[in-house]
């Protein structure tokens, strides 16, 4: 879940939608380097908590996360072993230092395409469910 500056928006839960931080709370986690990649959109700034995606990884659970673009390279250098795959609007094209952050680039024009593809490049931790669990 990231955790950004900005004010909190009517419909969102600290803690739930993002994790909502003071500037120096984040500059003070941006410096412990308990953000795994930030970055500044407008006069606010956002970034990804590392020790609850740490914890997930550690565990073995798969994890998404939606980046800007800059937060690829960060994410790259600190967890080399991560896969990276850049989900593009049609017509987009990355430049050739930007798409080396990446393992794969999809095109996000249709969104049941992009999820069998990204299911089958990273797998699925969620059993099938056209495929009951057997039990007993």
């Known amino acids: 879940m990231p955790a950004t500056t900005r004010p909190r928006r009517e419909t969102e839960i600290d803690g739930d939608d993002r994790v909502f931080l003071a500037p120096a709370e984040f500059d003070r986690r941006l410096a412990l ?3 795994l990649e930030w970055s500044r959109i407008g006069r606010y700034h956002r970034g990804t908590p590392y020790p609850p ?3 997930r990884l550690d565990a073995g659970q798969p994890v998404l996360l939606p980046l800007d673009l800059p937060g690829a390279p960060l994410i790259r ?4 072993d991560s896969r990276l795959v850049l989900l593009s609007p049609p017509g987009y094209e990355p430049d050739a230092a930007m798409s080396a952050a ?8 249709l969104t049941e395409r992009v999820v069998n593809e990204l299911v089958g490049l990273l797998g699925s931790s969620y059993p099938d469910p056209a495929r009951p669990r057997v039990r007993g």
């Open 33 to 35: 380097g308990e953000l």
């Open 77 to 80: 250098a600190r967890l080399p």
């Open 53 to 55: 995606l740490r914890a």
């Open 102 to 109: 990446f393992e794969h680039t999809l095109t996000h024009d």
